[in-house]
């Protein structure tokens, strides 16, 4: 295939990872390209405050932070670009790339901080809900049902955050828990728990999302009594976790069997020499803004150490 440019560093995704990898690459001198992807500014952007990312002792909003980190790096040279990367050939040693399904980027180092999405239940009825009533992102969509009752489904840090944000927006939220605890921090089960508005539903599954053209129920069954019950609501939000973004490599680079990338450990190295991961691609553990900021960093730092044994800048 022809290619339009080569470039010496390819940074795909622009959360915390992304962008720290164009901070640190810009100021070595690498011009490093970037790709924002289908949501600028990654996961961050659509969540409120970030309490726990170090050097805002008040917080801040993470659409906010995350027009930081991008400006940090365009000031530090960065070329970042809107496109999606839809395809790779690494069959090296020049990697290359493809950007909107047409054309094609080479590139002596490229780095993949593509992140995670959301996981959906895989209900019929919540992919034809879905965009009507049924929502992956309580922060984007929570406002339009002010004043109504709803559900979210989901027991991690993500569900906990996301239904004391809808309890201040909302009549009544029902929490939908499958089992009896759930894996959120101490501090967030406390702070729902104590919520007067959020009603959680303990052992219970979610057998079907209600309505014809928008939600206007839920189905729960109590997987400890098998008892079914019907609650009346006009959203459904999924919050049960995420998938990382790894589709387009997976011809070509090792992943684990949920399809996160694998690097050597301790490095940001991948099993294709000049392809390095960062960020929430490669990290089902910690997965935070920071630990994605830190692993940005080092891949910036493993792809010039590559380029410079290559002598290549
Ligand atoms: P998690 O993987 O931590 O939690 C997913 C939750 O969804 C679990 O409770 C799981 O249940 C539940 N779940 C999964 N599949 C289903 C299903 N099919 N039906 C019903 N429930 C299901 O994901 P999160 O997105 O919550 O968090 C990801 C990471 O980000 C964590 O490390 C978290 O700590 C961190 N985070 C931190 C925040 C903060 O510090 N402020 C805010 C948000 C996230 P089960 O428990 O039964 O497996």
């Known amino acids: ?107 002596h180092t490229v780095i993949i901080s593509t992140g995670a999405s959301a996981k959906w239940l895989g209900l019929e009825s919540e992919q034809r809900l879905n965009g009507f009533g049924v929502s992956a992102c309580a922060v984007c969509d929570g406002f339009f049902f002010k004043g109504k009752v709803v559900a979210i489904v989901g027991a991690g840090d993500t569900a906990a955050e996301e239904a004391l944000y809808l309890s201040k927006i909302c009549a009544q939220v029902h929490m939908i828990v499958r089992r009896g605890e759930m894996r959120a921090s101490k501090v967030m089960q406390a702070r729902v728990i104590s919520t007067p508005n959020i009603t959680i539903h303990w052992n219970s599954e979610t057998e079907e999302i209600l309505g014809d053209a928008k939600v206007e129920g839920v189905r729960l069954f109590n997987n400890k009594t098998s008892e079914k019950t019907e609650i009346s609501v006009s959203a459904f939000f999924v919050a049960i976790g995420h998938s990382p973004n790894s589709a387009i490599f997976n011809d070509w680079i090792t992943m684990d069997n949920t399809g996160y990338i694998l690097t050597t450990p301790g490095t940001s190295r991948t099993n294709i020499p000049g392809v390095f991961a960062a960020g929430d691609v490669q990290d089902k553990t910690y997965r935070q803004a920071v630990t994605a900021a830190g692993s940005g960093c080092m891949a910036a730092l493993d792809a010039e150490r590559y380029l410079s044994a290559l002598a290549v800048h």
């Open 1 to 107: 295939m022809e290619t339009i440019e080569t470039v010496q560093c390819l940074i795909i995704g622009s959360g915390p990872a992304g962008y720290t990898a164009a901070i640190y690459a810009s100021r070595a001198g690498l011009k490093p390209v970037l790709y924002q992807g289908l949501q600028p500014g990654g996961q961050l952007t659509i969540t409120t405050e970030v309490e726990n990312y170090p050097g805002y002792p008040d917080g801040i909003q993470g659409p906010e932070m995350m027009v930081g980190f991008e400006k940090q790096a365009a000031r530090m040279g960065a070329d970042i670009r809107y496109g999606l990367a839809t395809k790779v050939d690494f069959t090296g040693p020049i990697h290359k790339v493809q950007i909107d399904e047409d054309k094609w980027i080479a590139a």
